[in-house]
């Protein structure tokens, strides 16, 4: 079974716009953490937000806000007020375990966004 | 944020000869990094973990001999595509966790190396 399921495989949003992307998961450990990723045309991966598992307060960090419902493995990204920047692959990502040195990050098959002007 | 630098960006080669990238935390020590390969409009699939002084540890399906992996210090990691053919052509990035640095455990990545094998 797929770890990480992105269910959008490309969205559209009008410049200025929010736009939701879909990400849910499939684990049976109590600690995990769940990521978002930017990887615009260049290839390069930018860390965008950061879910804890025990975290409950929904992370947020400047237009990025991350929807975690714990109960229904699911963990939306959110991007508030769209920019033509922010049109790019995204991808959602799960550690499973610990914040160890050693767990790797498993991706999910991305999504990837384009904003209209 | 931690910094991971990639190098080659991109190399063309011909078939059968073999290629090295290297990957390198600026200004962090990583005894594990992470090999992702990523083929066009596809998802990031993890090849190997990388841990310094000892082997690496292969994800199951890629060849260990075909990709060899190199993580001398604390700061390097190299991976070697030997005799390289045309469907190894892909988008090759490490990535390295700045353990001490950050809480979160998000993984920094290098710039990525495309590899296109003629």
């Known amino acids: 079974a797929q770890k990480i399921t992105q269910t959008q495989p490309g969205m559209f949003v009008q410049e200025k716009e929010a736009v939701t992307l879909d990400c849910t998961y499939d684990t049976s450990d109590q600690s995990y953490g769940l990521f978002w990723y930017k990887q615009p045309s260049s290839g390069e991966m930018i860390f965008l937000i950061y879910q804890g598992s025990y975290d409950e307060q929904n992370a947020t960090e400047g237009r990025y806000s991350l929807n975690f419902q714990k109960a229904r493995k699911s963990a939306n990204l959110v991007i508030s007020a769209s920019q033509l920047g922010d049109s790019a692959m995204y991808f959602c990502?799960?550690?499973?375990?610990?914040?160890?040195?050693?767990?790797?990050?498993?991706f999910g098959g991305g999504t990837r966004l384009m904003v209209k002007p | 944020g931690a910094v991971v630098s990639q190098h080659p960006s991109r190399v063309i080669c011909k078939s059968g000869t073999s290629v090295k990238i290297e990957c390198r935390s600026l200004?962090?020590?990583?005894?594990?990094m992470f090999w992702y390969r990523q083929f066009p409009k596809q998802s990031l699939m993890l090849m190997a973990t990388?841990?310094?002084?000892?082997?690496?540890?292969?994800e199951q399906g890629v060849e260990k001999d075909k990709f060899l992996i190199n993580h001398a210090s604390l700061t390097l990691s190299t991976l070697t595509v030997t005799s390289a053919h045309p469907e190894d052509s892909s988008f090759y990035i490490c990535?390295?966790?700045?353990?001490?640095?950050?809480?979160?455990?998000?993984?920094?990545f290098g710039e990525g190396s495309r590899l296109t094998v003629l």
């Open positions: 990535s390295a966790r700045d353990f001490m640095g950050t809480t979160k455990g998000e993984l920094f």
């Open positions: 990502a799960m550690r499973e375990g610990n914040n160890n040195a050693g767990n790797m990050l498993t």
């Open positions: 200004d962090f020590q990583a005894t594990t």
């Open positions: 990388s841990n310094e002084g000892s082997k690496a540890t292969y």
